[in-house]
């Protein structure tokens, strides 16, 4: 398993990744979609409160690698759903 350190700061790391993204998104291309990207700076905040929380609270009967790999695992797919949605908004 790997420290759950580590695993807090890939988590801040990829957040601050998405957010510096969209804000150079912004920069480049006017505020025209700023509600949009708005948004999903928003998500992606929300989702590292909610992957941290995961992270920090456990479930006891559960083990720990198999919990923290189901853990990282979602934050990965929500954090790829987060990008295409920005992806997405730059095609346009």
Same mark, same amino acid.
């Given at each position: ?16 990744e998405l ?11 006017g ?7 708005? #948004?999903? @700076?928003g /998500? ?5 409160? =909610?992957?941290?929380? *995961? ?9 720990a ?11 990965? #797919?929500? @954090?790829? /759903?987060?990008y295409?949605?920005l992806? =997405?908004?730059?095609? *346009?």
């Amino acid at each position: 398993m790997r420290n759950l350190r580590t695993i807090k700061k890939d988590v801040e790391f990829l957040v601050a990744e998405l957010v510096d993204d969209c804000f150079i998104y912004l920069e480049l291309n006017g505020e025209e979609n700023m509600e949009k990207v708005g #948004e999903i @700076i928003g /998500a992606a905040l929300d989702l590292q409160d =909610d992957t941290m929380d *995961k992270i920090n609270h456990r479930p006891e009967e559960e083990k720990a690698d198999k919990y923290y790999k189901k853990v990282t695992k979602e934050f990965v #797919e929500s @954090i790829d /759903a987060l990008y295409e949605k920005l992806s =997405d908004i730059s095609k *346009k």
